[in-house]
């Protein structure tokens, strides 16, 4: 059974940092291209970021970018979204999603929440 | 980086068919066949449902179809059933090497 887990969300003040990861499994981690997706409470979806197979290139959505960097660690099926310079405006669900190819997101996680205020 | 437009809803009785838009611009929809949607019901994490315009996973009913004329997608949901209520998300890859998603549009079935 393929599965996404998303963990290190919570509470923090603005200006603040957070590091969201998400481990893989049931599923050839090495050979997805994975994406962060965010998703504000009662609002829509929101692309946040994208890095290959091989951790090159890497992409991100310009409300993050300079603040937030992703990665990842296939020895250990893992993902991680380090997010720095946090803002109210970041306050949402993140998703860690895994795609073949940059566009289609097959495989998602459960999400975890992020709130920053103070 | 500009969202999709999409309406935000759309209502249907079972049996009838809809079609939901997603229009963007030449830098997006119009200009690549990277159109993925997706399917959210409440509190649950999105689904795949149509990748690369028209295409369906495994395991997703032929009730959902997918197509694109210029710079404006649709999905179409035949037959619709109770359990097709739920959010429905548009995606584009974009010629800035990012993904752009539509805003939603929530589905009603009467």
């Known amino acids: 059974e393929v599965q996404l887990v998303e963990s290190g969300g919570g509470l923090v003040q603005p200006g603040g940092s957070l590091r969201l990861s998400c481990a893989a499994s049931g599923f050839t981690f090495s050979t997805y291209s994975m994406n962060w997706v965010r998703q504000a409470p009662g609002k829509g979806l929101e692309w946040v970021s994208y890095?290959?197979?091989?951790?090159?290139?890497?992409y991100y959505a310009d409300s993050v970018k300079g603040r937030f960097t992703v990665s990842r660690d296939n020895a250990k099926n893992s993902l991680y979204l380090q997010m720095n310079s946090l803002r109210a405006e970041d306050t949402a669900v993140y998703y860690c999603?895994?795609?073949?190819?940059?566009?289609?997101?097959?495989?998602w996680g459960q999400g975890t929440l992020v709130t920053v205020s103070s | 980086q500009s969202a999709l437009t999409q309406p935000a809803s759309v209502s249907g009785s079972p049996g009838q068919s809809i079609t939901i838009s997603c229009t963007g611009t030449?830098?997006?929809?119009?200009?690549?066949?990277?159109v993925s949607w997706y399917q959210q019901h409440p509190g649950k994490a999105p689904k795949l449902i149509i990748y690369?315009?028209?295409d369906r996973p495994s395991g997703i009913s032929n009730r959902f179809s997918g197509s694109k004329s210029g710079n404006t997608a649709s999905l179409t949901i035949s037959g619709l059933q109770a359990e097709d209520e739920a959010d429905y998300y548009c995606?584009?890859?974009?010629?800035?090497?990012?993904?752009?998603f539509g805003g939603g549009t929530k589905l009603t079935v009467l």
């Open positions: 999603a895994g795609a073949l190819g940059m566009t289609k997101f097959d495989y």
């Open positions: 995606s584009s890859y974009t010629s800035s090497n990012t993904l752009a």
């Open positions: 030449s830098s997006d929809v119009g200009g690549y066949n990277y």
């Open positions: 890095i290959s197979r091989s951790s090159s290139p890497i």
């Open positions: 690369d315009v028209s």
